[in-house]
């Protein structure tokens, strides 16, 4: 399947979380195997060659820095919600669109120096993905890149990660 057909299966929930959001769902796209298999094989062409890990933030990023992991032959260190974790390297909390939260990395699972490439579904306000390299840099490694599915230009979040590589397969 093309590229561009594969994003089409992303479906617009207007009003969830909460009013006045419009949600991207990205799970008819993961139904379907070929709109899948195509937009894990664009974003595994976005990750730098030279990364040594992929970062996949929950829960949706889990799913696509798996299957670039898979495809990369990389492994995947698992950004996760606080009180998921036994243990618990890093902590730093942002603010989203309609609220506040935090993110956890695993201890044990990034070493100093890795080169991490850090994958996500969407790219709103980059709250999240700002925390999430925080995290990795405060591990001491290097965050060699940020590749989305899609980027919600006109919530402005290219400008949090100013400085940084950020690949999105769509802009909208």
Do not use: H, N, W
């Not at 399947?1 to 008819?28: H, T, W």
């Not at 595994?44 to 798996?66: C, H, I, K």
């Not at 909390?93 to 309609?98: C, N, S, V």
């Amino acid at each position: 399947m093309e590229l561009d057909k594969a994003l089409d299966l992303i479906a617009d929930v207007p009003d969830f979380p909460e009013p006045d959001v419009l949600f991207r769902d990205l799970s008819p796209l993961f139904a379907d195997a070929a709109g899948f298999r195509a937009v894990t094989d664009a974003l595994a062409a976005t990750v730098d060659p030279e990364v040594d890990l992929l970062a996949g933030v929950e829960a949706r990023g889990f799913l696509l820095a798996a299957a670039v992991g898979y495809a990369r032959g990389l492994g995947v260190a698992l950004i996760r919600k606080p009180g998921k974790l036994p243990r618990v390297a890093g902590r730093v909390g942002y603010t989203l669109e309609y609220g506040t939260a935090t993110v956890e990395l695993p201890e044990g699972v990034v070493e100093p120096g890795q080169r991490v490439a850090v994958l996500d579904d969407v790219l709103a306000t980059g709250g999240t993905v700002a925390a999430t390299c925080k995290l990795l840099e405060d591990a001491k490694a290097q965050v060699t890149g940020v590749s989305v599915v899609m980027e919600l230009g006109a919530l402005g979040g290219r400008s949090v990660l100013e400085g940084r590589r950020v690949e999105a397969l769509r802009v909208c």
